[in-house]
């Protein structure tokens, strides 16, 4: 009898334990699984902030040339034809050359030696800055 009276409150206890460590375990699991949830989140906001910060970094440098010829004659009409056969190209440069030249800036103009020699029509060719710009890449 007095047997029956120790192991019952001990039984009691193990089966005490073991349900409140089941309950432990569980919540032990939730808690777990919440901090999981919370640094996947946190990753998606750093790589977002990472992704927002290479895109303020890609900047891209952009000049407009005008390349166009110029004829040195009397003829009216080679001056219009050299003005609008005169041709814009964007081209990207880097940050160093685009702070170098500015709009209106004469890059090249050299006479077209090959034409002056074989042809007789003096002329040159010149290209000058027309426009600049920046560009953010996303």
């Known amino acids: 009898m007095k047997r029956k009276q120790f192991l019952l409150p001990c039984l009691l206890m193990v089966t005490t334990i073991i349900l409140t460590g089941c309950g432990s375990d569980e919540e032990y699991k939730q808690e777990l699984q919440a901090e999981i949830q919370e640094l996947e989140n946190e990753i998606e906001q750093l790589e977002s902030m990472r ?3 290479i895109s303020k970094d890609d900047i891209s ?5 005008e390349i166009s010829q110029t004829h040195y004659t009397l003829d009216i009409d080679e001056y219009l034809k050299d003005a609008m056969n005169a041709i814009t190209i964007p081209i990207e440069v880097s940050q160093e050359y685009y ?6 800036d004469t890059l090249n103009s050299e ?3 090959g034409s002056a020699l074989f042809k007789g029509s003096f002329g040159s060719w010149d290209i000058t800055v027309k426009d600049k710009e920046t560009v953010e890449n996303h």
Do not use: A, P
Not at 61 to 65: L, R, T
Not at 99 to 104: I, N
């Open 51 to 53: 992704d927002g910060l």
């Open 61 to 65: 440098y952009i000049i407009e040339i």
């Open 99 to 104: 702070y170098s030249v500015d709009v209106g």
């Open 111 to 113: 006479l077209r030696v």
